[in-house]
């Protein structure tokens, strides 16, 4: 049976309103979907190429903002 998803650990709204799953709700499905979400936690396997590449490379630098913000 399914569990109901919980608000700040599977999902959270975004500023514009929109739900947004969490890298912990993408890792219990156990798949890429596709779709790029933000915290897929499988590097956008499934995500068709150019976009893949697209959202790499933002993950990417994203990630580089982190670290200088540190």
Known sequence: MKQPL????????????????????HLDRGYCCGNGCKHCPFD???VPEPKRAALLACRREEGKKGEKNR
């Open 44 to 46: 956008y396997e499934k």
């Open 6 to 25: 919980v608000e700040k650990i599977d999902f959270y709204y975004n500023a514009e309103g929109y739900m947004v799953f969490t890298e912990k709700f």
